[in-house]
């Protein structure tokens, strides 16, 4: 059931027809028979699937090699040859190679321009495949100069870099495109074959099969961490005083730090302020050094390793202008009466996160007009507490400047305050990332 014939004139592609150019092309082809199949010598005849999809079809299969297609393999294909056909690349569906074994078909092949010696086969799988055979087929095209992508209702393998698989969802005018998210990217060996499939546990939406074949003829669609990329750091907190000298104080008590737009399938990594104090390298001690330029003038405090009297170990601690330092003990857990303190950016790469974040590869779909909301994992990829911050709220935005008046004598008041901190003039922006739902670990 093929979305290509060709004729004297050249290819006939049934995905670039509208209703009255398809009836005019049945009307010519049952009087001329000008069509014809590359496969075999089937008389051809011009159908529109149930689902609406038009193609052609052997009237008789006889003895054709091809195999006949389900409608929403036909769909899928015409899709996505009209994708890229938008994208301003060349589609030809049905693709045949000869090479040794015989015949092979790609699906789709595109091609940048029509001589262009490499392309993309996209290969578009319905029924259940084994990975070995996914694989075996991957290689062949790599030999015929392709690039194989695979988009299957059950993807196999799952997270591998030779063979880009994502996963295909009938909706109910196409497809869309999902890909492993950081549970399964994780946990998949751990995981029953329900809570593989499961949609939205462990899968991430990159939007409608024409989106993601964009992306990936864009190179949005991409392996592993990129070489270089900005962070941006979060720095939470809460409000207090200091104990000894009285002051309004706002504690940093830990960061967040979100890998970027160009690594959108990565989590979020959430620190703790002390174990920012233990991880080594240059990127902690750039983190260390921004927070210090700017938390004395909003919260009082700057971090400082400090050893406590009663221990023989040293860590890093808010100390007061005064001198006074606050004892990891008396930090209260992330909560959502926690605070933005400070937001900042900083250019790194994977050498420098590799402190904070043993990498573990995955495919990524940059779409920065959509990005997927993030999971969060602590340090090494170990869990966090449930949280939220829903009432989170940025106290800082506009400048630097002096602490202003703050009134909380208890958390029960910074909770009637809804966590704001009236600072004259000063806009309260609530931050990017408070939408996100901080689910627990993995
Ligand atoms: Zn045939
Ligand atoms: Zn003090």
């Known amino acids: 059931m093929p979305l290509r014939c060709i004729s004297s004139e050249g290819d006939e592609l049934s995905f670039e027809h509208d209703a009255d150019s398809w009836a005019a092309l049945r009307e010519r082809n049952s009087r001329e028979r000008h069509l014809r199949f590359t496969c075999c010598a089937a008389v051809v005849i011009l159908k529109t699937s149930s689902l ?86 991957t290689d062949r095209y790599t030999v015929h100069g392709l690039r194989s992508l695979w988009l299957m209702k059950r993807p196999m393998p799952l997270n591998s870099k030779d063979v880009p698989v994502a996963r295909l969802v009938s909706t109910d005018d196409g497809f869309d495109v999902y890909i492993p998210s950081e549970a399964l990217v994780r946990g998949a060996e751990y995981m029953s074959s329900r809570e593989i499939a499961d949609l939205d546990a462990s899968w991430r939406r990159c ?47 830990w960061i967040v730090l979100d890998l970027g737009h160009l690594n959108p399938d990565f989590p979020n990594i959430f620190v703790e302020i002390h174990e920012l104090g233990e991880v080594e390298g240059s990127l902690a001690d750039r983190i260390l050094e921004t927070i210090n330029a700017r938390l004395p003038n909003i919260g009082n405090y700057r971090l400082a390793h400090r050893k406590p009297k009663e221990s023989s ?77 829903s009432q989170l709220q940025a106290s800082t935005s506009a400048a630097d400047g002096p602490l202003g008046k703050v009134r909380h004598t208890s958390y029960s008041d910074a909770e009637a305050d809804q966590g704001n901190v009236r600072r004259g003039g000063a806009t309260v922006r609530k931050p990017m990332f408070v939408s996100f739902t901080r689910e627990t670990s993995i």
């Open 313 to 389: 170990a040293t860590y890093l601690a808010n100390v007061c202008r005064c001198g006074a330092f606050l004892s990891r003990s008396y930090i209260p857990h992330p909560s959502d009466k926690d605070r933005v303190l400070l937001e900042f950016g900083l250019n790194t790469g994977p050498g420098e996160l590799k402190p904070f974040y043993e990498v573990l590869d995955r495919w990524n779909f940059i779409d920065p007009a959509n990005p997927p909301s993030k999971r969060m994992l602590g340090m090494h990829g170990f869990g966090i507490p449930r949280f939220t911050f």
């Open 207 to 253: 939007g409608t099969l024409a989106d993601f074949v964009r992306g990936a003829v864009e190179g949005r669609f991409r392996f592993g961490i990129a070489s270089e990329f900005d962070i941006r750091v979060t720095v939470g907190g809460v409000a207090n005083w200091c104990y000894a000298c009285g002051a309004e104080s706002q504690p940093a008590t």
């Open 52 to 137: 609406g999809t038009r193609y052609f079809a052997h009237q008789a299969r006889g003895g054709c090699d091809t195999a006949p297609e389900t409608q929403e393999h036909l769909r899928a294909k015409t899709i996505i040859c009209k994708a890229l056909k938008d994208a301003g690349w060349i589609a030809t569906p049905e693709h045949r190679m000869t090479d040794a074994d015989g015949v092979c078909i790609a699906d789709v092949l595109g091609k940048r321009v029509a001589d262009a010696q490499k392309g993309i086969a996209f290969e578009v799988q319905w029924s259940p495949q084994l990975s070995e055979i996914t694989k075996a087929r």
